[in-house]
């Protein structure tokens, strides 16, 4: 058991919970979260946004049930994580962009930070946050508020562009930038139970059969995933 | 001194906490947060002959108190199992049960055959790596022209007996809480041989999303599993119970050392955990030392002494 040191708020819908505790990780890797008993059954995936001393946190939207008790949590109560999880983002060479769309910004900050001045590029429908937090381990950094950030992209001028977001937006992404050069990799979000490659609730479809979102995943190359069977989450 | 140790069709389990099929994988992954040998036992991921990608679409949806599965049986197929899984399985020092699903009748008595035949070659070099056969003829998840065999007593008596004249291994049959007569079915099996009974496996669901006014599962229904089945699940061992001489493995809900001794009470001999997997990854270790303290508190000696008490 472990316990919050903050959970503010930071946009509408959007908070950022600090853990207190000694946190392994990854830059892509999530944790399985749990602030409850028995209701919900399930613990939720977090991606992890960034590890410091004594601490680890977490930017999450609220949407429904689990999240909407994150969003109840204060310092110095309870929540369990289990983690770290999932095989995170591959450690590139080049000139790498970072694509965020919405809460999928989540991972890449913790990644920004390990990268070398990667450019990033933030998207979200009605709202920004936390663009000027990035601004320090970026080359550029590219926001948008209600566009298609996947069109403002030039992919041949880089090696390789990771990116979170909504399942259509990675599909649009991976389509624009096939032929560029840029290696593609994509952060998919499923549906999990347990998190660690027992259940069978978060299979991929891929190019060579199933894969496991929790395991071989979250992040997969993008040519890997057959986007078009795919139903997102 | 306490003793979990029971025995369920002639093989030995050190306490009565299995782990349930499909919550499991093949026990590897588990085994890296806690040692899977203080387990009872392990039940993987129900096989079939061929491999299986299983359901598109969502697979899981919460409920109060449960979930919903549609995962569809994915499983690499039992001889990918046996080639790849079984070295693992052979190392483990808990009762290793696998948990056998299949299409037709024609499936599963070849697979029931692959299985045996793998076993017995290890054995005659003195090794083993399967202790127990589960026949799962309750799988609601997998469409397959529309045969449920373990809905009707008598087209599910015609899969047992296949089987059982398939292997040598001992055979549990898992019984679906779907079933017309749950009674007559556990029966069913006991003539035809079956070494024991599993039950329950998930109780047919449905979610529907009203925006887009269709079911949320592709396949329309699902499996629900989870607290919210534990009563249904623990009347109906109790009802099994009264009518069979063998051995119950009773499962459905389970989340704490009590829930374990009501199953036991009810009349099961050792219980599996499903759901809960995915609520405490721990689960396992944490429900064996709760079994202990609990005889302790009691002070009874052995399980025997509270099986079937109802
Ligand atoms: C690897 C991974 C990393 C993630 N990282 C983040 C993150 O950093 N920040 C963030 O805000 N969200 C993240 N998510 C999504 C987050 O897990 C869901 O938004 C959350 O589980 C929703 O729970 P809820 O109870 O609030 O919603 P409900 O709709 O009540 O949830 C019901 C069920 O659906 C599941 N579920 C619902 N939406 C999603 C979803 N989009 N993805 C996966 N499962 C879902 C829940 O786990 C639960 O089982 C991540 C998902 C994955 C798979
Ligand atoms: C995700 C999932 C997958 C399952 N897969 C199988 C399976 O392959 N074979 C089987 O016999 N039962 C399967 N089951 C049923 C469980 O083994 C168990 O019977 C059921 O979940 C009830 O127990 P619980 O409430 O403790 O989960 C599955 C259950 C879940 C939740
Ligand atoms: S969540 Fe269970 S296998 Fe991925």
Redesign the interface.
């Known amino acids: 058991m472990n316990t919050v040191k903050s959970n503010v708020k930071i946009a509408k819908d959007v908070y950022l919970m600090k853990i207190e505790g000694h946190f392994e990780g990854r830059m892509g890797q999530f944790y399985m979260l749990r602030a409850w008993s028995d209701y919900p059954v399930l613990s939720r995936p977090i991606s992890i946004y960034d590890i410091g001393v004594q601490e680890i946190s977490f930017l999450y939207h609220v949407v429904g049930e689990g999240t909407e008790r994150f969003k109840q949590l204060e310092a110095g109560d309870p929540i369990q994580l289990e983690g770290p999880y999932g095989n995170g983002f591959p450690v590139v060479q080049g000139k790498v962009a970072l694509v965020g769309g919405g809460i999928g910004i989540a991972p890449l900050y913790f990644a920004a930070k390990q990268l070398q001045q990667p450019d990033i590029y933030l998207g979200f429908s009605r709202e920004s946050y936390l663009v000027d937090e990035f601004r320090p381990f970026a080359g550029e950094v590219v926001c948008d508020v209600g566009g298609i950030i996947v069109n403002q992209i030039d992919y041949t001028r880089y090696d390789a562009v990771i990116t979170c977001g909504p399942h259509v937006m990675m599909k649009a992404l991976t389509e624009r930038a096939r032929g560029s050069g840029a290696k593609v990799y994509v952060s998919l979000e499923k549906r999990m139970a347990c998190g660690i490659g027992a259940c069978l609730v978060c299979s991929v479809i891929c190019q060579g059969g199933n894969r496991k979102a929790c395991v071989d995943g979250p992040v997969f190359a993008a040519e890997e995933v057959r986007f078009d069977a795919e139903h997102g989450v | 001194m306490q003793n979990m140790a029971c025995k369920v069709a002639g093989v030995h389990f050190k306490n009565p906490i299995v782990m349930a099929s499909?919550?499991?994988?093949f026990g590897k992954?588990?085994a890296?947060?806690y040692d899977i040998n203080r387990l009872g036992g392990i039940s993987g991921?129900g096989l079939t002959l061929a491999p299986k990608?299983?359901n598109?679409?969502?697979?899981?949806?919460?409920?109060?108190?449960?979930?919903l599965?549609s995962?569809g049986l994915?499983n690499p197929g039992i001889e990918y199992f046996l080639k790849e899984e079984t070295p693992y399985w052979e190392t483990l020092d808990t009762a290793r049960i696998v948990n056998l699903g299949g299409g037709c009748i024609e499936d599963y008595r070849i697979g029931a055959e692959l299985i045996t035949a793998h076993e017995k070659r290890l054995r005659e070099g003195g090794r083993c790596s399967i202790d127990i056969i589960e026949l799962n003829i309750s799988c609601p998840n997998v469409k397959e022209g529309g045969i449920a065999y373990g809905v009707q007593t008598e087209t599910a008596r015609a899969v047992v007996r296949e089987v059982r004249q398939a292997t040598s291994l001992p055979l549990v049959v898992k019984l679906s809480p779907n079933a017309e007569n749950i009674v007559e079915m556990a029966y069913m099996c006991e003539v035809e041989g079956a070494d024991g009974i599993s039950l329950i496996n998930t109780i047919s669901g449905m979610k529907i999303d009203t925006r887009l006014r269709k079911s949320v599962f592709h396949n329309l229904y699902a499996g629900l599993s989870?607290?919210a089945i534990k009563p249904i699940a623990l009347r109906m061992v109790h009802q099994v119970a009264q009518h069979v001489k063998i051995p119950i493995m009773g499962m459905g809900g389970i989340?704490t050392a009590n829930d374990v001794i009501e199953f036991i009470m009810a009349g099961a001999s050792v219980i599996q955990i499903g759901?809960y997997?995915?609520?405490n990854?721990r689960a396992g270790e944490q429900m064996a030392d709760g079994i202990l303290k609990w005889m302790e508190q009691e002070k009874i000696v052995s399980m025997d002494e509270i099986r079937g008490i109802l």
């Not at chain 2, 499909?22 to 994988?25: A, L």
């Open positions: 499909g919550t499991f994988g992954e588990y890296k947060l991921k990608a299983g598109p679409g969502v697979r899981v949806w919460e409920t109060p108190s449960g979930m599965n995962v994915e989870g607290p989340t759901t997997n995915f609520m990854p």
